[in-house]
Protein backbone atom coordinates (compact mmCIF):
# COMPACT_ATOMS: atom_id res chain seq x y z
CA UNK A 1 0.00 0.00 0.00
CA UNK A 2 2.78 2.37 0.81
CA UNK A 3 4.47 1.61 -2.17
CA UNK A 4 1.32 2.12 -4.73
CA UNK A 5 0.59 5.44 -2.19
CA UNK A 6 4.22 6.32 -3.44
CA UNK A 7 3.52 5.66 -7.15
CA UNK A 8 0.76 7.30 -6.88
CA UNK A 9 2.40 10.91 -5.86
CA UNK A 10 4.99 10.30 -7.92
CA UNK A 11 2.48 9.81 -11.04
CA UNK A 12 0.94 12.86 -10.11
CA UNK A 13 0.55 15.76 -11.93
CA UNK A 14 2.81 19.28 -10.88
CA UNK A 15 -0.10 20.76 -10.04
CA UNK A 16 -1.68 18.13 -7.92
CA UNK A 17 1.73 17.86 -6.70
CA UNK A 18 2.42 21.05 -4.92
CA UNK A 19 -0.27 20.76 -2.42
CA UNK A 20 1.68 17.54 -0.95
CA UNK A 21 4.07 18.16 2.30
CA UNK A 22 7.51 17.21 1.38
CA UNK A 23 10.69 17.68 -0.25
CA UNK A 24 11.42 17.22 -4.38
CA UNK A 25 10.40 13.75 -5.24
CA UNK A 26 10.10 12.64 -1.23
CA UNK A 27 6.53 13.47 -0.13
CA UNK A 28 4.98 10.58 2.37
CA UNK A 29 1.78 9.65 2.93
CA UNK A 30 2.70 10.16 6.75
CA UNK A 31 3.07 14.05 6.05
CA UNK A 32 0.65 14.73 4.17
CA UNK A 33 -1.99 15.12 7.51
CA UNK A 34 -0.06 18.79 7.56
CA UNK A 35 -1.04 19.55 4.89
CA UNK A 36 -3.30 22.30 6.47
CA UNK A 37 -3.24 25.90 7.46
CA UNK A 38 -3.70 25.11 11.19
CA UNK A 39 -0.04 23.33 11.29
CA UNK A 40 1.31 25.89 8.97
CA UNK A 41 -0.25 28.79 11.09
CA UNK A 42 1.39 27.15 14.76
CA UNK A 43 5.14 26.23 13.48
CA UNK A 44 5.13 29.60 11.09
CA UNK A 45 4.29 31.78 14.37
CA UNK A 46 6.86 29.44 16.07
CA UNK A 47 9.35 30.62 13.67
CA UNK A 48 7.99 34.32 14.26
CA UNK A 49 8.37 34.12 17.83
CA UNK A 50 11.61 33.04 17.94
CA UNK A 51 12.74 35.63 14.98
CA UNK A 52 11.92 38.58 17.02
CA UNK A 53 13.01 37.23 20.04
CA UNK A 54 16.18 37.10 18.27
CA UNK A 55 15.61 40.17 16.54
CA UNK A 56 14.66 41.85 19.95
CA UNK A 57 17.52 40.52 22.48
CA UNK A 58 20.22 42.74 21.60
CA UNK A 59 18.10 45.63 23.54
CA UNK A 60 18.18 43.28 27.01
CA UNK A 61 21.68 43.33 26.83
CA UNK A 62 23.01 46.61 25.42
CA UNK A 63 24.84 47.44 28.76
CA UNK A 64 26.28 44.04 29.01
CA UNK A 65 27.77 44.24 25.22
CA UNK A 66 28.64 47.78 25.64
CA UNK A 67 31.23 46.91 29.03
CA UNK A 68 32.84 44.17 27.15
CA UNK A 69 33.77 45.37 24.43
CA UNK A 70 33.81 49.23 25.10
CA UNK A 71 31.35 50.61 22.63
CA UNK A 72 29.34 53.53 22.79
CA UNK A 73 25.19 53.72 22.99
CA UNK A 74 25.89 55.38 19.42
CA UNK A 75 27.63 52.44 18.20
CA UNK A 76 24.96 49.84 19.74
CA UNK A 77 22.28 52.23 17.53
CA UNK A 78 23.77 51.92 14.72
CA UNK A 79 23.84 47.45 15.23
CA UNK A 80 20.11 48.14 15.96
CA UNK A 81 19.65 49.76 12.63
CA UNK A 82 21.16 47.59 10.67
CA UNK A 83 18.14 45.49 11.03
CA UNK A 84 15.89 47.95 8.78
CA UNK A 85 18.71 48.87 6.58
CA UNK A 86 18.62 44.96 5.71
CA UNK A 87 14.68 45.45 5.39
CA UNK A 88 14.86 48.07 3.54
CA UNK A 89 17.45 46.60 1.04
CA UNK A 90 15.29 43.65 0.73
CA UNK A 91 11.58 44.54 1.13
CA UNK A 92 10.28 45.87 -2.29
CA UNK A 93 12.35 42.82 -4.18
CA UNK A 94 10.45 40.66 -1.60
CA UNK A 95 7.18 42.65 -2.95
CA UNK A 96 7.56 41.97 -6.21
CA UNK A 97 8.06 38.42 -5.85
CA UNK A 98 4.51 38.10 -4.33
CA UNK A 99 2.85 34.97 -5.81
CA UNK A 100 6.09 33.98 -7.72
CA UNK A 101 7.91 31.77 -5.22
CA UNK A 102 7.29 28.78 -3.16
CA UNK A 103 6.39 30.99 -0.03
CA UNK A 104 6.78 27.99 2.27
CA UNK A 105 10.82 27.56 1.33
CA UNK A 106 11.57 31.55 1.15
CA UNK A 107 10.11 31.92 4.97
CA UNK A 108 12.83 28.45 5.71
CA UNK A 109 15.77 29.70 3.80
CA UNK A 110 14.94 33.40 5.38
CA UNK A 111 14.68 31.16 8.92
CA UNK A 112 17.94 29.70 8.38
CA UNK A 113 19.53 32.52 7.78
CA UNK A 114 17.73 34.20 10.80
CA UNK A 115 19.64 31.44 12.74
CA UNK A 116 22.69 31.74 11.16
CA UNK A 117 23.29 35.40 12.15
CA UNK A 118 21.99 34.67 15.85
CA UNK A 119 25.15 32.02 15.84
CA UNK A 120 27.23 34.22 14.33
CA UNK A 121 26.35 37.25 16.58
CA UNK A 122 27.80 35.10 19.62
CA UNK A 123 31.01 34.71 17.65
CA UNK A 124 32.54 37.80 19.10
CA UNK A 125 32.50 36.26 22.75
CA UNK A 126 34.79 33.24 21.38
CA UNK A 127 37.17 35.58 18.67
CA UNK A 128 37.79 38.13 21.50
CA UNK A 129 37.51 36.12 24.69
CA UNK A 130 41.28 37.03 26.63
CA UNK A 131 40.17 40.78 25.89
CA UNK A 132 36.34 40.10 27.37
CA UNK A 133 36.90 38.58 30.83
CA UNK A 134 40.17 40.99 31.55
CA UNK A 135 38.02 43.15 33.74
CA UNK A 136 35.92 40.02 35.36
CA UNK A 137 38.58 37.66 36.02
CA UNK A 138 42.18 38.87 36.14
CA UNK A 139 41.08 42.39 37.87
CA UNK A 140 40.41 39.99 40.87
CA UNK A 141 43.48 37.98 41.51
CA UNK A 142 46.47 40.77 40.17
CA UNK A 143 48.40 43.39 41.80
CA UNK A 144 46.69 45.89 44.62
CA UNK A 145 46.38 48.29 41.71
CA UNK A 146 44.43 46.11 39.41
CA UNK A 147 42.36 45.38 42.42
CA UNK A 148 42.07 49.21 42.60
CA UNK A 149 43.06 49.52 46.19
CA UNK A 150 45.35 52.16 47.55
CA UNK A 151 48.71 51.92 46.81
CA UNK A 152 50.93 53.96 49.10
CA UNK A 153 54.23 53.67 46.96
CA UNK A 154 54.63 55.47 43.71
CA UNK A 155 54.54 52.00 41.41
CA UNK A 156 52.50 52.55 38.05
CA UNK A 157 50.71 49.34 37.47
CA UNK A 158 48.14 48.65 34.94
CA UNK A 159 47.39 47.66 32.01
CA UNK A 160 50.42 47.43 29.43
CA UNK A 161 50.01 49.26 26.34
CA UNK A 162 51.86 49.21 23.30
CA UNK A 163 52.36 53.06 22.20
CA UNK A 164 53.32 52.81 18.60
CA UNK A 165 49.59 51.42 18.60
CA UNK A 166 47.32 53.73 20.76
CA UNK A 167 44.40 53.39 18.95
CA UNK A 168 44.42 49.53 19.28
CA UNK A 169 41.47 49.07 21.25
CA UNK A 170 39.62 51.84 19.33
CA UNK A 171 40.14 49.48 15.95
CA UNK A 172 38.89 46.34 17.99
CA UNK A 173 35.82 47.70 18.91
CA UNK A 174 35.16 49.08 15.72
CA UNK A 175 35.10 45.77 13.70
CA UNK A 176 32.89 44.59 16.63
CA UNK A 177 30.48 47.00 15.90
CA UNK A 178 30.89 46.57 11.93
CA UNK A 179 30.72 42.81 12.28
CA UNK A 180 27.31 42.35 14.94
CA UNK A 181 26.30 45.34 12.12
CA UNK A 182 26.44 43.08 9.89
CA UNK A 183 24.63 40.42 11.30
CA UNK A 184 22.17 42.30 11.87
CA UNK A 185 21.57 43.55 8.25
CA UNK A 186 21.27 39.82 7.40
CA UNK A 187 18.57 39.70 9.66
CA UNK A 188 16.92 42.38 8.11
CA UNK A 189 16.97 41.07 4.90
CA UNK A 190 15.82 37.95 6.40
CA UNK A 191 12.87 39.91 8.07
CA UNK A 192 11.62 41.12 5.28
CA UNK A 193 9.14 38.61 3.68
CA UNK A 194 7.63 37.27 7.14
CA UNK A 195 4.97 39.29 7.06
CA UNK A 196 4.44 39.98 3.32
CA UNK A 197 4.50 36.44 2.21
CA UNK A 198 2.93 34.74 5.52
CA UNK A 199 -0.10 36.83 5.08
CA UNK A 200 -0.15 36.27 1.41
CA UNK A 201 0.45 32.37 1.98
CA UNK A 202 -2.52 32.39 4.29
CA UNK A 203 -4.79 34.13 2.51
CA UNK A 204 -4.56 32.48 -0.55
CA UNK A 205 -4.83 29.11 0.52
CA UNK A 206 -7.97 29.13 3.18
CA UNK A 207 -11.39 30.54 3.07
CA UNK A 208 -11.68 34.02 2.77
CA UNK A 209 -13.70 33.84 6.43
CA UNK A 210 -10.89 32.11 8.07
CA UNK A 211 -7.80 33.93 7.25
CA UNK A 212 -8.25 36.01 10.52
CA UNK A 213 -8.27 33.26 12.02
CA UNK A 214 -5.51 31.80 11.18
CA UNK A 215 -2.98 34.47 10.75
CA UNK A 216 -4.24 35.77 14.16
CA UNK A 217 -2.58 32.48 15.11
CA UNK A 218 0.21 33.12 13.80
CA UNK A 219 1.26 36.32 14.83
CA UNK A 220 -0.15 36.24 18.54
CA UNK A 221 3.20 34.12 18.75
CA UNK A 222 5.40 37.10 17.65
CA UNK A 223 4.06 39.29 20.57
CA UNK A 224 5.42 37.14 23.47
CA UNK A 225 9.10 37.53 21.28
CA UNK A 226 9.72 40.27 23.29
CA UNK A 227 8.57 39.12 26.45
CA UNK A 228 10.85 35.85 26.03
CA UNK A 229 13.87 37.77 24.60
CA UNK A 230 13.47 40.08 28.21
CA UNK A 231 13.24 37.48 30.32
CA UNK A 232 15.46 34.79 29.17
CA UNK A 233 17.98 37.93 29.01
CA UNK A 234 17.22 38.67 32.50
CA UNK A 235 18.56 35.28 33.48
CA UNK A 236 21.82 34.83 31.25
CA UNK A 237 22.45 38.09 33.03
CA UNK A 238 22.92 36.50 36.03
CA UNK A 239 25.84 33.98 34.54
CA UNK A 240 29.28 35.55 34.48
CA UNK A 241 30.22 35.73 30.80
CA UNK A 242 32.98 32.84 31.09
CA UNK A 243 30.94 30.74 32.66
CA UNK A 244 33.46 30.40 35.59
CA UNK A 245 32.52 30.68 39.39
CA UNK A 246 33.57 34.02 40.81
CA UNK A 247 32.79 36.19 43.85
CA UNK A 248 31.37 39.27 41.70
CA UNK A 249 27.69 39.69 41.70
CA UNK A 250 25.23 41.36 39.36
CA UNK A 251 25.66 44.49 41.23
CA UNK A 252 29.08 45.03 40.39
CA UNK A 253 30.07 47.44 37.74
CA UNK A 254 32.11 45.09 36.34
CA UNK A 255 29.43 42.11 35.73
CA UNK A 256 29.43 41.06 32.42
CA UNK A 257 26.82 38.66 31.97
CA UNK A 258 26.66 35.24 29.34
CA UNK A 259 25.17 37.50 26.83
CA UNK A 260 26.32 35.36 24.25
CA UNK A 261 23.87 32.40 25.02
CA UNK A 262 21.40 34.22 24.02
CA UNK A 263 22.15 34.23 20.54
CA UNK A 264 23.45 30.81 20.60
CA UNK A 265 19.82 29.81 22.11
CA UNK A 266 17.57 31.50 19.62
CA UNK A 267 19.85 31.02 16.63
CA UNK A 268 19.65 27.14 17.24
CA UNK A 269 15.93 27.37 17.93
CA UNK A 270 15.17 29.15 14.19
CA UNK A 271 17.26 26.97 12.72
CA UNK A 272 15.26 23.59 13.73
CA UNK A 273 11.65 25.49 13.08
CA UNK A 274 12.94 26.77 9.70
CA UNK A 275 13.46 23.18 8.37
CA UNK A 276 10.02 22.02 9.40
CA UNK A 277 8.84 25.30 7.15
CA UNK A 278 10.52 23.85 4.13
CA UNK A 279 8.03 20.27 4.34
CA UNK A 280 4.96 22.81 3.30
CA UNK A 281 3.29 22.40 0.03
CA UNK A 282 3.27 25.56 -2.50
CA UNK A 283 -0.19 25.31 -2.17
CA UNK A 284 -2.31 24.22 0.99
CA UNK A 285 -5.20 22.26 -0.61
CA UNK A 286 -8.40 24.86 -0.14
CA UNK A 287 -12.02 23.31 0.87
CA UNK A 288 -14.50 21.77 -1.34
CA UNK A 289 -15.74 25.09 -3.03
CA UNK A 290 -12.41 26.24 -2.84
CA UNK A 291 -10.94 22.84 -4.03
CA UNK A 292 -13.24 22.97 -7.34
CA UNK A 293 -12.34 26.42 -8.14
CA UNK A 294 -8.73 25.88 -8.17
CA UNK A 295 -8.35 22.44 -9.98
CA UNK A 296 -11.47 23.00 -12.44
CA UNK A 297 -13.86 25.72 -12.78
CA UNK A 298 -11.95 28.30 -11.98
CA UNK A 299 -8.72 27.86 -14.38
CA UNK A 300 -8.94 30.01 -16.97
CA UNK A 301 -9.99 32.92 -14.37
CA UNK A 302 -7.21 31.96 -12.54
CA UNK A 303 -4.95 31.96 -15.65
CA UNK A 304 -6.52 35.55 -16.24
CA UNK A 305 -5.72 36.99 -12.80
CA UNK A 306 -2.41 35.50 -13.31
CA UNK A 307 -1.90 37.67 -16.66
CA UNK A 308 -3.37 40.68 -14.83
CA UNK A 309 -0.63 40.42 -11.77
CA UNK A 310 1.91 40.27 -14.62
CA UNK A 311 0.64 43.29 -16.38
CA UNK A 312 0.01 44.93 -13.01
CA UNK A 313 3.83 44.41 -12.01
CA UNK A 314 5.37 45.62 -15.70
CA UNK A 315 3.14 48.06 -15.75
CA UNK A 316 4.10 49.39 -12.02
CA UNK A 317 6.70 52.16 -12.69
CA UNK A 318 4.44 53.52 -15.38
CA UNK A 319 1.58 53.66 -12.56
CA UNK A 320 2.97 54.44 -9.53
CA UNK A 321 3.77 58.59 -9.93
CA UNK A 322 -0.26 58.43 -10.82
CA UNK A 323 -0.91 56.26 -7.76
CA UNK A 324 1.61 58.66 -5.57
CA UNK A 325 -0.19 61.08 -6.56
CA UNK A 326 -3.63 59.78 -5.20
CA UNK A 327 -2.24 58.82 -2.33
CA UNK A 328 -0.83 62.66 -1.90
CA UNK A 329 -4.35 63.86 -2.15
CA UNK A 330 -5.67 61.56 0.75
CA UNK A 331 -5.46 64.23 3.34
CA UNK A 332 -6.44 62.12 6.25
CA UNK A 333 -3.88 59.35 4.89
CA UNK A 334 -0.87 61.76 4.64
CA UNK A 335 -1.29 62.92 8.43
CA UNK A 336 -1.64 60.00 10.18
CA UNK A 337 1.91 58.90 8.15
CA UNK A 338 3.39 62.03 9.53
CA UNK A 339 1.55 61.44 13.23
CA UNK A 340 2.90 57.82 13.15
CA UNK A 341 6.61 58.53 12.25
CA UNK A 342 6.80 61.73 15.49
CA UNK A 343 5.21 58.49 17.60
CA UNK A 344 7.28 55.75 16.80
CA UNK A 345 10.49 57.71 16.83
CA UNK A 346 10.49 58.15 20.75
CA UNK A 347 8.52 54.82 21.27
CA UNK A 348 11.32 52.43 18.83
CA UNK A 349 14.24 55.33 20.01
CA UNK A 350 13.54 54.48 23.77
CA UNK A 351 12.26 51.13 23.58
CA UNK A 352 15.82 50.21 22.13
CA UNK A 353 17.26 51.39 25.21
CA UNK A 354 14.51 50.98 27.48
CA UNK A 355 16.32 48.20 29.69
CA UNK A 356 19.37 50.58 30.13
CA UNK A 357 16.94 53.64 30.48
CA UNK A 358 15.75 52.20 33.76
CA UNK A 359 18.82 50.41 35.01
CA UNK A 360 20.35 53.79 34.79
CA UNK A 361 17.88 56.12 36.35
CA UNK A 362 16.68 53.40 39.29
CA UNK A 363 20.19 51.76 39.79
CA UNK A 364 18.97 48.06 38.89
CA UNK A 365 20.65 45.12 37.65
CA UNK A 366 20.55 44.57 34.20
CA UNK A 367 18.17 41.38 34.86
CA UNK A 368 16.06 43.05 36.98
CA UNK A 369 15.47 45.79 34.59
CA UNK A 370 14.77 42.84 31.80
CA UNK A 371 12.62 40.89 33.76
CA UNK A 372 10.21 44.34 34.81
CA UNK A 373 10.33 45.45 31.16
CA UNK A 374 9.77 41.79 30.19
CA UNK A 375 6.40 41.47 32.28
CA UNK A 376 5.66 45.07 30.98
CA UNK A 377 5.65 44.34 27.48
CA UNK A 378 3.50 41.26 27.62
CA UNK A 379 0.50 42.47 29.65
CA UNK A 380 0.68 45.75 27.91
CA UNK A 381 0.97 44.59 24.44
CA UNK A 382 -1.56 41.28 24.59
CA UNK A 383 -4.01 43.29 26.26
CA UNK A 384 -3.79 46.72 24.52
CA UNK A 385 -3.36 45.20 20.63
CA UNK A 386 -6.74 42.55 21.38
CA UNK A 387 -8.75 45.05 23.00
CA UNK A 388 -8.05 47.84 20.61
CA UNK A 389 -8.79 45.13 17.77
CA UNK A 390 -12.21 44.22 19.89
CA UNK A 391 -13.84 47.02 20.45
CA UNK A 392 -13.24 48.43 16.55
CA UNK A 393 -14.97 44.95 15.84
CA UNK A 394 -17.26 44.69 18.18
CA UNK A 395 -18.90 48.20 18.68
CA UNK A 396 -18.33 48.77 14.51
CA UNK A 397 -16.21 51.85 14.54
CA UNK A 398 -16.04 53.63 11.20
CA UNK A 399 -13.47 55.83 10.36
CA UNK A 400 -14.97 58.71 12.75
CA UNK A 401 -15.22 57.28 15.75
CA UNK A 402 -11.76 55.52 15.14
CA UNK A 403 -10.07 58.91 14.64
CA UNK A 404 -11.72 60.14 18.01
CA UNK A 405 -10.56 56.98 19.47
CA UNK A 406 -7.36 57.23 18.15
CA UNK A 407 -7.45 61.45 19.38
CA UNK A 408 -8.21 60.64 23.20
CA UNK A 409 -5.73 57.99 23.16
CA UNK A 410 -3.30 59.85 21.53
CA UNK A 411 -3.80 62.71 24.51
CA UNK A 412 -3.76 60.51 27.13
CA UNK A 413 0.10 59.31 25.75
CA UNK A 414 1.12 62.82 25.39
CA UNK A 415 0.38 63.54 29.28
CA UNK A 416 1.65 60.53 30.21
CA UNK A 417 4.75 61.46 28.86
CA UNK A 418 5.32 64.68 30.09
CA UNK A 419 4.25 63.09 33.63
CA UNK A 420 7.24 61.00 33.34
CA UNK A 421 9.68 63.53 32.96
CA UNK A 422 9.43 64.30 36.84
CA UNK A 423 9.55 60.26 37.61
CA UNK A 424 13.14 59.73 38.12
CA UNK A 425 15.69 59.75 40.96
CA UNK A 426 18.82 62.00 41.65
CA UNK A 427 22.11 61.75 40.93
CA UNK A 428 24.09 59.72 42.93
CA UNK A 429 26.23 61.80 45.25
CA UNK A 430 29.77 59.74 44.67
CA UNK A 431 32.65 60.71 46.61
CA UNK A 432 35.99 60.95 44.60
CA UNK A 433 38.24 64.36 44.04
CA UNK A 434 36.81 66.14 47.55
CA UNK A 435 39.32 63.45 48.77
CA UNK A 436 42.63 65.10 47.54
CA UNK A 437 44.34 64.00 50.73
CA UNK A 438 43.57 60.39 50.71
CA UNK A 439 43.63 60.59 46.27
CA UNK A 440 47.01 61.88 46.38
CA UNK A 441 48.37 59.77 49.10
CA UNK A 442 47.16 56.47 47.49
CA UNK A 443 48.15 57.25 43.73
CA UNK A 444 44.42 56.83 42.44
CA UNK A 445 43.75 57.01 38.90
CA UNK A 446 40.94 58.71 37.85
CA UNK A 447 40.73 55.96 34.88
CA UNK A 448 40.50 53.56 37.83
CA UNK A 449 36.44 53.52 38.05
CA UNK A 450 34.85 51.07 40.61
CA UNK A 451 32.31 52.71 42.58
CA UNK A 452 32.27 50.84 46.13
CA UNK A 453 29.40 51.63 49.16
CA UNK A 454 29.95 51.95 52.86
CA UNK A 455 27.74 50.34 55.33
CA UNK A 456 26.82 53.97 56.20
CA UNK A 457 25.77 54.59 52.62
CA UNK A 458 28.43 56.86 51.41
CA UNK A 459 29.29 55.63 48.08
CA UNK A 460 33.10 56.23 46.52
CA UNK A 461 34.24 56.17 42.95
CA UNK A 462 36.62 53.77 43.65
CA UNK A 463 38.62 51.85 46.35
CA UNK A 464 41.57 53.68 45.84
CA UNK A 465 39.49 57.04 46.57
CA UNK A 466 38.17 55.53 49.54
CA UNK A 467 41.82 54.36 51.02
CA UNK A 468 41.41 50.64 51.04
CA UNK A 469 44.39 48.58 51.74
CA UNK A 470 42.75 45.18 51.92
CA UNK A 471 40.39 43.06 49.61
CA UNK A 472 38.71 39.29 50.14
CA UNK A 473 36.09 38.19 48.12
CA UNK A 474 36.04 40.62 46.42
CA UNK A 475 35.01 42.68 49.16
CA UNK A 476 36.51 46.07 50.53
CA UNK A 477 38.28 46.34 53.90
CA UNK A 478 40.62 48.81 55.94
CA UNK A 479 39.95 51.75 53.92
CA UNK A 480 40.74 55.43 55.26
CA UNK A 481 37.88 56.71 54.70
CA UNK A 482 35.37 54.86 56.01
CA UNK A 483 35.08 52.39 58.92
CA UNK A 484 33.59 48.62 57.85
CA UNK A 485 33.87 46.80 54.65
CA UNK A 486 32.75 48.64 51.36
CA UNK A 487 31.30 46.33 48.52
CA UNK A 488 30.99 47.36 44.48
CA UNK A 489 27.99 49.31 43.49
CA UNK A 490 26.37 52.30 44.20
CA UNK A 491 24.57 53.03 47.32
CA UNK A 492 20.67 52.36 47.43
CA UNK A 493 19.30 56.67 47.32
CA UNK A 494 16.33 55.61 48.72
CA UNK A 495 14.69 57.06 45.38
CA UNK A 496 10.80 56.27 45.43
CA UNK A 497 9.54 57.01 42.27
CA UNK A 498 9.73 52.91 39.93
CA UNK A 499 6.77 52.28 41.13
CA UNK A 500 4.99 55.39 40.07
CA UNK A 501 6.98 55.32 36.59
CA UNK A 502 6.51 51.65 35.57
CA UNK A 503 2.51 52.68 36.08
CA UNK A 504 2.68 56.10 34.11
CA UNK A 505 4.96 54.57 31.53
CA UNK A 506 2.26 50.97 31.46
CA UNK A 507 -0.66 53.46 31.17
CA UNK A 508 1.39 54.76 28.13
CA UNK A 509 2.42 52.13 26.35
CA UNK A 510 -1.54 50.35 26.81
CA UNK A 511 -2.81 53.45 24.60
CA UNK A 512 -0.03 53.15 22.39
CA UNK A 513 -0.90 49.67 21.86
CA UNK A 514 -4.92 50.21 22.08
CA UNK A 515 -4.68 52.64 19.19
CA UNK A 516 -2.75 50.60 16.75
CA UNK A 517 -6.08 48.34 15.35
CA UNK A 518 -7.93 52.08 15.05
CA UNK A 519 -5.05 53.74 13.53
CA UNK A 520 -4.85 51.28 10.55
CA UNK A 521 -8.47 51.15 10.04
CA UNK A 522 -8.01 54.79 9.59
CA UNK A 523 -5.57 53.95 6.87
CA UNK A 524 -7.59 51.91 4.66
CA UNK A 525 -10.78 53.45 4.72
CA UNK A 526 -8.81 56.76 3.75
CA UNK A 527 -7.93 55.07 1.03
CA UNK A 528 -9.64 53.57 -2.61
CA UNK A 529 -9.85 49.63 -3.08
CA UNK A 530 -7.00 50.04 -5.68
CA UNK A 531 -4.78 52.13 -3.34
CA UNK A 532 -4.48 50.16 -0.50
CA UNK A 533 -2.45 47.85 -0.48
CA UNK A 534 0.14 49.87 -1.87
CA UNK A 535 -0.92 52.84 0.25
CA UNK A 536 0.06 50.57 3.41
CA UNK A 537 3.17 49.37 1.92
CA UNK A 538 4.30 52.86 1.47
CA UNK A 539 3.43 53.89 4.91
CA UNK A 540 5.90 50.58 5.81
CA UNK A 541 8.45 51.24 3.84
CA UNK A 542 8.45 55.25 4.64
CA UNK A 543 8.42 54.18 8.81
CA UNK A 544 11.33 51.93 8.21
CA UNK A 545 12.74 54.58 6.42
CA UNK A 546 12.47 57.55 8.74
CA UNK A 547 11.95 55.74 11.86
CA UNK A 548 13.08 52.85 12.68
CA UNK A 549 16.19 53.37 10.79
CA UNK A 550 17.86 56.52 12.59
CA UNK A 551 15.93 56.64 15.70
CA UNK A 552 18.32 53.70 17.66
CA UNK A 553 20.74 56.26 16.42
CA UNK A 554 19.55 59.11 17.69
CA UNK A 555 19.05 57.66 20.83
CA UNK A 556 21.88 56.26 21.29
CA UNK A 557 23.61 59.56 20.80
CA UNK A 558 21.58 61.31 23.53
CA UNK A 559 22.33 58.80 25.91
CA UNK A 560 26.39 59.30 25.37
CA UNK A 561 25.69 62.87 25.47
CA UNK A 562 24.70 62.53 28.94
CA UNK A 563 27.87 60.31 30.52
CA UNK A 564 29.56 61.33 33.08
CA UNK A 565 32.62 59.32 33.05
CA UNK A 566 33.68 57.16 30.16
CA UNK A 567 36.34 54.17 30.34
CA UNK A 568 39.74 54.59 28.54
CA UNK A 569 42.38 52.18 27.91
CA UNK A 570 45.36 53.12 26.57
CA UNK A 571 44.25 56.75 25.69
CA UNK A 572 41.10 55.02 24.00
CA UNK A 573 37.72 56.37 24.65
CA UNK A 574 35.23 52.87 25.59
CA UNK A 575 32.07 52.62 26.85
CA UNK A 576 30.63 54.77 29.91
CA UNK A 577 30.95 53.93 33.14
CA UNK A 578 28.53 56.77 35.18
CA UNK A 579 25.66 58.89 33.82
CA UNK A 580 24.27 62.18 34.32
CA UNK A 581 20.77 60.50 35.10
CA UNK A 582 18.88 63.71 36.01
CA UNK A 583 20.39 65.36 32.68
CA UNK A 584 19.44 61.84 31.13
CA UNK A 585 15.86 61.29 32.56
CA UNK A 586 15.65 65.20 31.29
CA UNK A 587 17.04 65.30 28.10
CA UNK A 588 15.35 61.25 27.13
CA UNK A 589 12.14 62.23 28.42
CA UNK A 590 11.26 66.10 27.33
CA UNK A 591 12.57 64.15 23.58
CA UNK A 592 9.63 61.80 24.00
CA UNK A 593 7.19 64.37 24.68
CA UNK A 594 7.70 66.64 22.53
CA UNK A 595 7.38 63.99 19.41
CA UNK A 596 3.98 62.87 21.42
CA UNK A 597 3.03 66.60 21.29
CA UNK A 598 3.99 67.05 17.96
CA UNK A 599 1.84 63.83 16.95
CA UNK A 600 -0.77 64.78 18.72
CA UNK A 601 -1.10 68.00 17.38
CA UNK A 602 -1.16 66.40 14.17
CA UNK A 603 -3.82 64.09 14.47
CA UNK A 604 -6.57 66.98 15.29
CA UNK A 605 -6.70 68.43 11.96
CA UNK A 606 -7.18 64.54 10.83
CA UNK A 607 -9.93 64.58 12.99
CA UNK A 608 -11.61 67.38 11.67
CA UNK A 609 -11.17 66.81 8.26
CA UNK A 610 -12.79 63.38 8.99
CA UNK A 611 -15.25 64.79 10.75
CA UNK A 612 -16.23 67.21 7.68
CA UNK A 613 -15.82 64.24 4.95
CA UNK A 614 -19.34 63.29 2.99
CA UNK A 615 -21.10 60.34 5.06
CA UNK A 616 -19.38 57.53 4.14
CA UNK A 617 -22.05 54.88 5.93
CA UNK A 618 -22.56 52.76 2.44
CA UNK A 619 -18.67 52.72 2.00
CA UNK A 620 -17.91 51.59 5.62
CA UNK A 621 -20.78 49.11 5.93
CA UNK A 622 -18.73 47.32 3.20
CA UNK A 623 -15.48 47.32 4.56
CA UNK A 624 -17.24 46.05 7.82
CA UNK A 625 -18.64 42.83 5.89
CA UNK A 626 -14.73 42.45 4.71
CA UNK A 627 -13.43 42.49 8.08
CA UNK A 628 -16.55 39.75 9.38
CA UNK A 629 -16.99 37.47 6.43
CA UNK A 630 -13.91 38.19 4.21
CA UNK A 631 -11.18 39.04 6.94
CA UNK A 632 -9.23 41.03 4.17
CA UNK A 633 -8.80 43.78 6.39
CA UNK A 634 -7.87 42.24 9.98
CA UNK A 635 -4.88 39.91 7.99
CA UNK A 636 -3.62 43.47 6.57
CA UNK A 637 -4.03 45.10 10.16
CA UNK A 638 -2.20 42.47 11.82
CA UNK A 639 0.32 41.71 9.25
CA UNK A 640 1.18 45.65 9.44
CA UNK A 641 1.65 45.19 13.21
CA UNK A 642 3.73 42.74 13.10
CA UNK A 643 5.95 44.34 11.07
CA UNK A 644 6.22 46.97 13.46
CA UNK A 645 7.11 44.72 16.17
CA UNK A 646 10.04 43.57 14.96
Not at 507 to 529: A, C, K, Q, Y
Amino acid sequence: MGTEGETKDTVTQPEEKETLCGIGPWRPQCLQCCAHLLPFSFIFGSQTLITNSLSFYLSSQITTIEKQFDISSTDTGIILAGNDIGFLLSVLFVSYLGHRVHIPRVLAVCGLLFGLSGLLCSLPHFVFDGRSTFETSKTIINSSKENYLCQQDNVTVGPSCDETKPHQYVSHSKWVVLYITLCYVIQGVAKSPRSSLGTVYLDSSSDKSKTGLYLAISTSFGIFGPFMALILGGQFGKIPVNLKPTTMTPKDPRWIGAWWLGFLMFGTMALVVSLLVFFFPRTIPNSKSDDESETTGDTPGEAQSSSANETTVLELLKEFPAVFKRLLKCKVYCIIVAANSFTLFGTIGLSSFGPKYIESIFNLPPWKANSILGVQLLVTGTLGTFLGGFLVSRLRLGRKKCMKMILILCGVSTVCQFVTIFLGCENHTITERSQNSTQSACNCDQSDFLTVCSAGGSTFYSPCHAGCTNVTDNVFSDCRASEGILSPGICDSGCQFLIPYLIVSTINILGSTLRIVPMFTVLLRSLDEQDRSIGMGLHSFLLSLIVFLPAPIVYGKLFDNTCLTWKTVCGSKGACQLYDIENMRLTLKSVDALLAAISFLITIPAFIISQKDPDETEKEKELDVEVVESGKETPQTIAMFSMKEK
